[in-house]
């Protein structure tokens, strides 16, 4: 008896000691996600790999807490709501429960990455189901058959890869400009303005570069693999403060929207897009995936606002063939706020 006692009081220990490693290592991946991801390798690794298999470890040291060690129930609580929340970006915007409707002008917006295989017929029916204000599409291979499936009531403006459709006027679609870009360099953002019963409004199209390259020479492990990574990111980040370096020129209400490439959460996120409100963060549910793997999910595409804006509810939708979702989102605004 005493054997067994001595066994499980060690075995008790061990769970002990396991159950706080794990503890440790998870917030060291999130730390790496924070501070690392789209900065450093292995951060953007974590960013872009499937994070739910952070929770398999977390199965067994759960089963065996219940038999042995029921003291580690709460710091497996604690790991489990890192690994969801902030690990995997599981959302739940408690203010908004909270938060009083306000009778204001309501603009409805969606984005999609079409990935050059999404079907115009089936994003436009998504449209009209969702009553859409603003559509903003990327990587239109044929920009002119798209601009032809939107009816007589809408203006519809193409530019490179990018169309922006709405209900109400549009300017036309201005392209970004690098200085010394080599002739045939991607446009990757563009812009116009919406008239709006409140005023113009600012709309932003982007797709900046994608770290698909980087990421499949480390999984194919070619030669100078992290190198190849490295400039990956560095050329990303690039585009992404060209970009918000372009937004930040502009006066008045703004909505940017598109295919970043990069996930919310991160400080190189937020140091290029800080100043705006990521509809999702402030009025999504769940964990909001719009781009799909074999094994995962990850949330790249996003709607951001100026503070004139208000998101009320922000969802990705069903699939229409792109390896991307639509994202919709709900914003409101008020005279108060949008000058």
């Known amino acids: 008896m005493r ?60 089963l065996a807490a219940l038999c042995w060690q029921r003291r580690m129930w709460w710091s497996s609580g604690i790991t489990l709501y890192v690994i969801l929340a902030p690990v995997c970006g599981l959302n739940l915007p408690w203010s908004m429960l909270f938060a009083p409707e306000p009778a204001t002008v309501q603009l409805r917006v969606l984005t999609l990455n079409t990935d050059g295989v999404a079907k115009p017929a089936d994003v436009l029916a998504l449209v009209e189901e969702h009553q859409v204000d603003v559509v903003f ?41 690098i200085e010394n870009a080599p002739p045939g360099a991607r446009h990757f953002a563009a812009r116009c303005q919406l008239s709006t019963a409140l005023g113009s409004v600012n709309l932003v199209a982007l797709h900046t570069y994608s770290p698909r390259r980087g990421l499949a020479a480390i999984r194919y492990r ?16 690039r585009e992404a403060s060209a970009v918000a370096s372009w937004c930040a020129s502009l006066r008045g209400p703004t909505i940017i929207a598109g295919d970043f490439n990069q996930a919310a959460g991160s400080s190189a996120f937020a140091a290029h897009w800080g100043r705006y409100s990521d509809a999702f963060s402030v009025a999504g549910i769940g964990w909001g995936a719009t781009f799909y793997s074999r094994w995962h999910g990850v949330r790249i595409d996003h709607v951001l606002v100026s503070t004139a804006w208000q998101p009320v509810a922000c969802w990705p939708a069903c699939d229409v063939g792109s390896a991307h979702r639509p994202l919709i989102a709900t914003l409101y605004a008020s005279q108060a706020t949008f000058h």
């Open 3 to 62: 054997r067994r006692a001595g066994f499980g009081s060690q075995l008790a220990r061990l769970i002990e000691i396991f159950g706080w490693l794990y503890f440790v290592f998870v917030l060291m991946v999130w730390g790496s996600l924070v501070y690392g991801a789209d900065r450093h390798w292995l951060g953007t690794l974590i960013e872009f790999g499937p994070r739910w298999m952070l929770l398999i470890p977390l199965i067994p040291l759960v």
């Open 137 to 177: 599409l990327q990587e239109c291979r044929n920009v002119d058959l798209w601009a032809r499936q939107f009816g007589p009531d809408w203006q519809v403006r193409a530019q490179a890869e990018f169309i922006v459709a709405a209900r109400h006027p549009l300017t036309d679609l201005e392209p970004l400009l």
């Open 222 to 237: 070619e030669p100078n693999a992290l190198q190849t990574l490295e400039q990956n990111m560095q050329r990303r980040a």
